[in-house]
């Protein structure tokens, strides 16, 4: 018996649009607006820019709100494009939010500070949003990477040369948060880069090392990892950096918390968050373990006193009262509000998408990794920082390819140039290999 082996299409679709409908028809995604896309690289490159002459202080853009701002935007574009594929999660978030904002307005708590709390399930929204988008050329995006981490290294470098070692003003905010976003932005172009994206991993050890920021540290470790993890190690420089990565490893995280370490560890003050969340907790029931508290339930004055050195965070009323987020950690914050549900759906959700949309697991676990650790420390999920590169990873979705990219010497994917080579020499002279087998 013969078996006739079809040629490849010399039409070669992009996986990016291999989606099938309910009917089993092919789902073209829909792409970003390119105007869209303009305001985000406008957005952080303008407050980069501005940022840098402010040497010991954060730049004055208030770049939180625009990207806030940016992602609102997306949801609102999104939904009058109405392609929306992912409703029944859309809903089942909306309800959920909806089951904790009832008992917040029946208690009559104040909808800033429920809004500040519950952040996270609207970037969850988003996520679900940008299934069937696709963000378009990576190549503006690589470009926003480099100039946000050299913007920011020069900035460190200036601010440790004019104020000495120990001054940490970020780019945009504190190290804790911006730390999470270059980070997850690496590791989001980091396959799409070329030779050069092994210098980027550098660079972005040379700012951890500069910023002091713990939670940045442990993201920088698991981005060198990660680095590792997809090198080409019949890359010469690949396996010279390699041999480098061990030892940076160690000493990169072990110069920063030795830098900020200083008495016991009671001192330290994510340290006192959670025993003070330890000290609220202490009568829970099951119940309040698994759904948390009601919204939103301000904490006891004896721990509010005990924080008053972090006013700024207190209730928006101005009457003395503090909620969760005085807590700092993302993790307490969440456990405190929603339980361990809620902890489950921030971190269970991002994870389903990211598959649902072939992001590779190397990625996945990196993105969501940098999240949980940032939520030890501060906000983790709750902020755009964290959320943006999660959303551009769900954007660019199946451009991804599970085994590491083999970089050629013009720092272009070899296996595809070898691939479209063979299919355009096959479809050029008109001819096809007719492979038999005897059964």
């Known amino acids: 018996m013969h078996r006739h082996v079809e040629p490849p299409s010399c039409h070669r679709s992009s996986p990016k649009n291999d989606r099938r409908g309910s009917a089993g028809d092919i789902e073209e995604d829909a792409e970003v607006p390119r105007a869209l896309r303009f305001v985000l690289y406008f957005f952080l490159t303008g407050a980069a820019l501005v940022s840098v002459p402010f040497v010991g202080s954060f730049g004055p853009v208030p770049t939180t709100d625009l990207l806030d701002l940016w992602v609102i935007l997306f949801v609102v574009s999104t939904v009058l494009k109405r392609r929306i594929r992912t409703t029944a999660t859309i809903f089942a978030l909306m309800a959920y939010l909806l089951s904790r ?39 503006p995006l690589i470009g926003l990477t480099w100039a946000l981490v050299g913007l920011a290294t020069l900035k460190a470098a200036l601010t440790a040369l004019f104020l000495g070692p120990g001054s940490r003003p970020g780019l945009f905010l504190e190290n804790n948060f911006e730390l999470a976003l270059f980070a997850g932005l690496v590791a989001v172009v980091y396959d799409r880069i070329g030779r050069s994206r092994i210098w980027l991993v550098v660079l972005l050890g040379v700012l951890t090392m500069l910023a002091g920021s713990r939670s940045g540290a442990v993201a920088f470790v698991l981005i060198a990892l990660y680095a590792i993890v997809r090198a080409n190690r019949l890359n010469a420089l690949a396996r010279y950096v390699l041999a480098l990565a061990a030892p940076a490893l160690i000493l990169i995280p072990l110069v920063v918390f030795t830098s900020r370490f200083a008495g016991s560890l009671a001192e330290i003050d994510r340290i006192r ?33 005990a924080l008053a050195y972090y006013g700024e965070l207190f209730a928006s009323t101005g009457d003395g009262r503090c909620y969760s987020v005085i807590l700092h950690a993302f993790v307490l914050r969440v456990l405190f509000d929603a339980g361990i549900l809620g902890l489950l759906l921030s971190i269970g959700v991002p994870l389903i998408l990211l598959r649902r949309v072939r992001v590779p697991g190397t990625l996945t676990a990196v993105l969501l990794l940098i999240s949980f650790t940032n939520g030890l420390s501060v906000s983790g999920l709750n902020n755009p920082y964290v959320a943006l590169p999660m959303l551009l990873a769900l954007l660019l979705g199946a451009h991804f390819s599970e085994p590491a990219a083999r970089i050629g010497s013009d720092g272009t994917n070899a296996d595809v140039n070898r691939e479209d080579s063979t299919v355009k020499e096959a479809c050029g002279s008109g001819s096809w290999v007719v492979q038999l087998r005897r059964s």
């Open 273 to 305: 968050f959670a025993w003070i969340f330890l000290q609220e907790s202490a009568d829970w029931t099951w119940v309040n373990w698994l759904f948390g508290t009601t919204p939103i339930t301000p904490l006891s004055s004896s721990a509010c006193s």
């Open 101 to 139: 904002a009832i008992p917040a307005l029946l208690t009559e708590s104040p909808l800033i500070d429920f809004l500040q709390a519950y952040r996270w399930v609207f970037y969850l929204i988003a996520f679900a949003l940008a299934i069937g988008q696709r963000w378009g050329p990576s190549r």
